[in-house]
Structure formats: structure tokens, C-alpha cells
T-cell receptor, first 115, second 115 residues
């Protein structure tokens, strides 16, 4: 079974631009979460989607948004990029079963550099 | 507020020696605890999780972790370290928060196994 895939793997943008990152979950997984990883802040939760609905959101400004499609693929968008948005963005998918505690499986990440 | 502490930025251990990577947590209610490992320029890989039951949990690559409710700890252990275990290790807690399942990661501990 294929793992979580993220595209692109690397991205360079300039301040003020916007960017869209994509995540394809493991087949059958309906929950997708996004995290930002930086050396200073570590792993920080951005948001989580399940069945095309955002069901949880971290403490990030409105410039960060996301969505999930009917095939469970998810996109994350960051508008008006700032230097501090340079980070590794990780996507994780999980299988949601009633009464189960989900294990998240992570993709390799998209490394974003904002100049 | 939910939190995870990994008190050691780095742990050095000689190959063949036992290793321990420490993790303590703070949550309201019952925690679900996870350990992940991250190799350079890679996403996170699931190692093990504690949901309920036996306090000693066995996971991938010979790792195990002990849940201690009174000390709110979930330390990662391995009886005999390998050089290939050198990586960044993250502890995470998942617990109910405002109707959602919130995930919080520790800042990570770098494990260096010395040949």
C-alpha cells in the first residue's frame, strides 16, 4: 500500500506570494492533518480534515488555509508569505474508525523556503 | 492546557548500551501517547502507541515505552542501541479537547548512538 505523498517536495517563494501544497493520503484514510515543523518551534498543528470538513484547527493566522476533496486528498494554502513561514510542512493521514484511537502516518514533507 | 515535555535536547549513548529518551505530558482526561522517529530530511515514522492496558508497550525496531500514570511519563527505551537508531525522536499526546482530539508534540530529542 502506498504511503502518504506530498507535492512538491521543495519550494522556493518570495515574500508576499502565495503557495499551495498537496497531500495524498494512504488509500482508505479519510483524515488528513497538517503540521508545520521549524527548528525553533518544533512541530505545530495546523489543521485537520475529515470527510471534506475541517474538524480541528491550530493557532495559526488566517493566511493559512486548507481543504479536502472527496477523494480525501488535501491541499494547504498560505497567502502573503512571510519569511517566518519557511518550514517543513508535514501531512499525516489516519484511518478513522468508531471507538479507535487513530495512528497518524506522515508523508515526507514539503520544504518551503521564503526569500 | 495540553503539553508534552522532552527534557533532553540530545541523548548520547554507546552502541550496545541501553537507551532511554524521556517524555512527560500534561492533559485533562485520559491520554493517548505516541512515539515517532524522524530521520534526516524524512517525515515522521510511527514507533509505538499507548492507548490502554499493559503499561509496557512494544513497538517497531525493538523499541518499547513505559506508561507511568502517577509520574505522567512515557519514556522510550531500547535494551541495546544501534548506530542506525541515531535520529530525532518525538513524543506526542492525543486527548480530547473541546470536542476534538487534539495532538501535541514534544520539541524532539536527538539520539546519537556512538560506535
Amino acid at each position: 500500500k502506498a504511503g502518504v505523498t506530498q507535492t512538491p517536495r521543495y519550494l522556493i517563494k518570495t515574500r508576499g506570494q502565495q503557495v499551495t501544497l498537496s497531500c495524498s493520503p494512504i488509500s482508505g484514510h479519510r483524515s488528513v492533518s497538517w503540521y508545520q515543523q521549524t527548528p525553533g518551534q518544533g512541530l505545530q498543528f495546523l489543521f485537520e480534515y475529515f470527510s471534506e470538513t475541517q474538524r480541528n484547527k491550530g493557532n495559526f493566522p488566517g493566511r493559512f488555509s486548507g481543504r479536502q476533496f472527496s477523494n480525501s486528498r488535501s491541499e494547504m494554502n498560505v497567502s502573503t508569505l512571510e519569511l517566518g513561514d519557511s518550514a517543513l510542512y508535514l501531512c499525516a493521514s489516519s484511518l478513522v474508525l468508531a471507538g479507535e484511537v487513530e495512528t497518524q502516518y506522515f508523508g515526507p514533507g514539503t520544504r518551503l523556503l521564503v526569500l | 492546557a495540553q503539553s508534552v515535555a522532552q527534557p533532553e535536547d540530545q541523548v548520547n549513548v554507546a552502541e550496545g548500551n541501553p537507551l532511554t529518551v524521556k517524555c512527560t505530558y500534561s492533559v485533562s482526561g485520559n491520554p493517548y501517547l505516541f512515539w515517532y522517529v524522524q530521520y534526516p530530511n524524512r517525515g515522521l515514522q510511527f514507533l509505538l502507541k499507548y492507548i490502554t492496558g499493559d503499561n509496557l508497550v512494544k513497538g517497531s525496531y525493538g523499541f518499547e515505552a513505559e506508561f507511568n500514570k502517577s509520574q505522567t511519563s512515557f519514556h522510550l527505551k531500547k535494551p541495546s542501541a544501534l548506530v542506525s537508531d541515531s535520529a530525532l525522536y518525538f513524543c506526542a499526546v492525543r486527548a480530547a479537547s473541546g470536542g476534538y482530539q487534539k495532538v501535541t508534540f514534544g520539541i524532539g530529542t536527538k539520539l546519537q548512538v556512538i560506535p
